[in-house]
Every structure is written in C-alpha cells, then in structure tokens.
Nanobody, 124 residues
Framework: QVQLVESGGGLVQAGGSLTLSCSASGRTFSSYAMGWFRQAPGKEREFVAAISWSGYTTGYADSVKGRFTISKNNAKNTVYLQMNSLKPEDTAVYYC?????????????????WGQGTQVTVSS
C-alpha cells in the first residue's frame, strides 16, 4: 500500500509559478513510476506529466511541455511538479499518482495509488 499526499497548490496570477509536492509513504517509493494528473470542473481527469522510478525518463502533455517540470527525490520519497508561465486554463485539482512499475504511462487506469488532490487556481 502507498499513501500519497499532495501540497503546494494555491491561487496565482497568470504568468506566475507554483511548485507542487507529493509525499509518499508505504511501500518502496523508489521502485514506482509517478505521475501528475489534473481535473478541471466538468472535465475528465487528464495526464500532465510522469517520471520513471529512476527519474531518467519523463513525459509531458503537449499543453504543459516547456512550462512544467516533473522531478523525483527518492531519498525524500517525494515527487515535484514545477509549474511556470501558468495560464488560466491550468486551473484544476492536481493529483499525484503512482504505479507498481518502473516506467511511466499516460493512462489514468494504469496507476494504482492516488492522492487526494490539491487545488491550483490561475487568475487572468
């Protein structure tokens, strides 16, 4: 079992930055691929970014590529999402997820554990 707790969300103006953190506890964090997803009101949950267990492989949704950076600190059991040049359309609840596999994927149903989410609101 893995427990995930997100933090770092908040209200920011367009063009600003936020860093989300996801702290994990439970089973071996370093062996798991991690992902960030988001869900805006009335929309389905969508992939944002993911990282392999080693941290060497990352992937991003086209909508955030070049603006967001995912990273992982296995010693701290924490995964981060650095978000720059934020836009109003980035407003959503952001979720951290882990999967019992070394490689990241984009499908939500491929992830085994989820956090409760943290709200990010970008004002125009």
């Amino acid at each position: 079992q893995v427990q995930l707790v997100e933090s770092g969300g908040g209200l920011v103006q367009a063009g600003g930055s936020l860093t989300l953190s996801c702290s994990a506890s439970g089973r071996t964090f370093s062996s798991y691929a991690m992902g960030w997803f988001r869900q805006a009101p009335g929309k389905e949950r969508e992939f944002v970014a993911a990282i392999s267990w080693s941290g060497y492989t990352t992937g991003y949704a086209d909508s955030v590529k070049g603006r967001f950076t995912i990273s992982k600190n296995n010693a701290k059991n924490t995964v981060y999402l650095q978000m720059n040049s934020l836009k109003p359309e980035d407003t959503a609840v952001y979720y951290c997820a882990s999967r019992m596999h070394s490689m990241p994927v984009v499908r939500t149903d491929e992830y085994d554990y989820w956090g409760q989410g943290t709200q990010v609101t970008v004002s125009s």
